[in-house]
């Protein structure tokens, strides 16, 4: 019986330590650093050795991709990569990493505390049109103006005439 027990736990044993069995693939993780509304840093660790992955990022996992980055894994299965990608107008950003064959490896997600702001077009003005601070302005100006042409009115000098000075007929 002791020879049987020591027999299946060998087994099991090396069993574990083959690769793609156990807990060796079992600890695949990416992890979402430096997030800002303009890039962030993708580390993940536990991936297959020398892999071919794709790294997509989305708004959620379930959102249309972003960006997509291709990139091979380190022999020991480690990746880090700096991304420059736009966020605005997302809530939570999810990254994830897809093996050769299509299949998702892992996801990865991280939610903003404010939505980043969206993103303005390119070559656009801060602010176009009148703003009511700029019409409150005109308006004052006009009424000035209007005021002062009133007030020349009324006050202007007319003149001193006194009947029956001109020449006499």
Request: glycine share 14%; aromatic share 4%.
């Amino acid at each position: 019986m002791t020879k049987r027990v020591l027999r299946v736990g060998l087994a099991s044993a090396l069993l574990w330590l083959l690769p793609g069995t156990g807990l060796a693939g079992a600890t695949e993780m990416l992890s979402l650093t430096n997030v800002t509304c303009g890039s962030l840093t993708v580390t993940g660790t536990g991936l297959p050795g020398g892999a071919r992955l794709t790294l997509q990022v989305s708004e959620q996992a379930s959102s249309p991709v972003v960006r997509s980055v291709p990139l091979r894994t380190s022999a020991a299965g480690t990746v880090r990569v700096d991304l420059r990608v736009s966020l605005a107008g997302f809530d939570e950003v999810s990254v994830t990493a897809v093996g050769p064959r299509g299949d998702t490896l892992v996801i990865s997600s991280q939610q903003f505390a404010q939505p980043c702001p969206p993103a303005r077009a390119a070559g656009a003005l801060a602010t176009t049109g009148v703003t009511l601070h700029q019409l409150g302005l005109l308006l004052v100006g006009l009424g000035l103006l209007a005021f002062g042409g009133l007030f020349r009115a009324r006050t202007a000098y007319r003149g001193t005439h006194v009947r029956g000075t001109h020449a006499r007929r």
